[in-house]
């Protein structure tokens, strides 16, 4: 082949594009012709310069860019409150559980209960608060488990409160008796808050890794 075709073909090759001549052809043809394997040398040495020229310049803006932040961004501060916001509501609910269980234990030691009803009656009411008592607490230290706390303890808070209610229009149950029972529905209505919670983080993560995938 002629000069001009082979220097065109390293030229080509050099650019990564088809040389459109057999390599071993191009290749014997650089190894017998001292001046294209020069002109060659001198093509791929022009090329380097240009692919590893220096980039230009650019001001270091680290200085202005973190001066323009602000000092604590939206999204730390509002992590930030509800972090406070849940300690505040688990340390809630731990002392509804405590108080809960400190009300059934005259009743487990003595067996006296109100209403003057029997022993064993007292002992399972007794039994009872401080099994609930320690539902609230387990849901305070560990909140994930709210959500399957939350059919049982709902369920008992609104049936009780509905036959106080009718007990009270009744007659057959002494209102100090009846406000006893708030410690029960506050310690629901702070579970039931802690799974709500919960499930508002657990959505929105939900949706974010679906849409990953």
Same mark, same amino acid.
């Given at each position: 082949m002629q000069c001009p075709a082979i220097r065109e073909a390293v030229s080509a090759r050099l650019d990564g594009e088809s040389p459109g001549v057999p390599a071993a052809e191009l290749d014997a043809h650089l190894a017998g012709c001292?001046?294209?394997?020069?002109?060659?040398?001198?093509?791929?040495?022009?090329?380097?310069?240009?692919?590893?020229?220096?980039?230009?310049?650019?001001?270091?803006?680290? %200085?202005?860019? &973190? *001066? !323009?932040? $602000?000092r604590r961004l939206p999204g730390a501060a509002v992590a930030a409150r509800a972090r406070l916001a849940t300690s505040a509501l688990r340390?809630?609910?731990?002392?509804?559980?405590? %108080?809960?269980? &400190? *009300? !059934?234990? $005259?009743t487990l030691v003595t067996g006296a209960a109100a209403m003057s009803a029997p022993v064993h009656m007292a002992h399972e009411t007794g039994a009872w608060n401080l099994a609930v008592g320690a539902a609230f607490a387990a849901v305070a230290v560990a909140p994930r488990l709210a959500t399957g706390a939350?059919?049982?303890?709902?369920?008992?808070a609104v049936l009780l409160t509905f036959l106080t209610a009718r007990d009270l229009a009744a007659g057959h149950v002494h209102a100090d008796r009846a406000v006893a029972h708030v410690l029960l529905l506050v310690g629901a209505t702070l579970v039931a808050t802690v799974a709500w919670r919960g499930r508002r983080r657990t959505v929105p993560a939900m949706r974010s890794e679906r849409a990953v995938a």
């Open positions: 001292a001046g294209c394997a020069a002109w060659a040398a001198d093509a791929a040495a022009v090329t380097r310069r240009a692919r590893l020229a220096p980039a230009p310049p650019v001001p270091d803006l680290t %200085a202005a860019v &973190l *001066t !323009a932040l $602000p340390l809630a609910l731990l002392a509804v559980g405590v %108080a809960q269980a &400190l *009300t !059934a234990w $005259p939350l059919p049982f303890l709902g369920t008992f």
